[in-house]
């Protein structure tokens, strides 16, 4: 018989909320993500001072502010955003936990994948929830070995999620080698890979709840029609059961 896996209604919100007002992730000592409201001359958008509606300016930066999913325009030079890639509407994940070897995330973490998944959630051990409003620093995170990639890649993963702000060392000389070997970019190279390899997405800066076991689920991604090589998004987790 053939066994399909169906939703049961549990889902995991995985994005960290970006509040422009409170605490919020960082990385890279990029400044935090605020909100100010539109304002010109003689008027200002903000019911709080009379406006008649509220319309906020908001700036951020996708990558160093909090959970966003990025294409592999972030290492070309050819311009390629994430409004290029057709996110699927749900797709199989596995969450795996890992706990690195000082720093170093590397192939035998992943030893216990499935032989096949096309999206993967790794989830970094300790999983405390400092996560949520952290601020990254090089010499503390987290990253994977190009081995490590190259074991996620060979397992099929097309959607790679993690709770950090890089696959790689937050300062690595420019080297980006996990990147690099997750989208098949040569070292040293700008230029765009196949059309297979440009289907590919990483979400960096998610928060996986203790809530949540290592295992099977379906996966969406939301994520806005900006025209960036990343932007802000909210990746959810869909608990399954089994049918025939």
């Known amino acids: ?26 990385a890279y000592g990029a400044p935090p993500a605020t909100a100010r409201p539109y304002s010109g001359d003689g008027f200002t958008l903000d019911t709080r001072h009379g406006g008649p509606v509220n319309c906020d300016v908001l700036t951020l930066t996708p990558h160093c502010n909090g959970t966003h999913t990025e294409s592999v325009g972030h290492i070309t030079g050819d311009r390629f955003p994430l ?65 490590a990639m190259r074991l996620v890649r060979a397992k099929g993963v097309a959607h790679l999620l993690v709770d950090l702000p890089s696959l790689d060392p937050l300062y690595d000389g420019g080297a980006l080698a996990a990147h ?12 765009l890979p196949s059309e297979e390899a440009r289907r590919r997405t990483v979400t960096e800066l998610i928060f996986v709840p203790d809530e949540v076991p290592d295992g099977a689920y379906l996966l969406s991604i939301h994520a806005p029609n900006i025209v960036a090589d990343a932007v802000p998004s909210r990746p959810i987790l869909f608990e399954l059961e089994s049918g025939e």
């Open 1 to 26: 018989m053939r066994r399909a896996f169906i939703p049961t209604g549990g889902r995991f919100d995985l994005s960290i909320p970006l509040d422009p007002h409170g605490p919020q992730p960082s």
């Open 83 to 147: 409004s290029a890639v057709q996110l699927p509407v749900f797709v199989p994940c596995v969450v795996v936990s890992v706990a690195p070897s000082g720093r170093e995330i590397r192939p035998e973490h992943l030893e216990l994948l499935p032989n096949t998944t096309a999206a993967l959630v790794v989830r970094t051990l300790p999983n405390d929830v400092s996560k949520r409003a952290r601020r990254w620093e090089n010499d503390t995170t987290p990253y994977f070995t190009p081995d």
């Open 180 to 191: 690099r070997a997750f989208w098949d970019v040569p070292p040293g190279s700008q230029e």
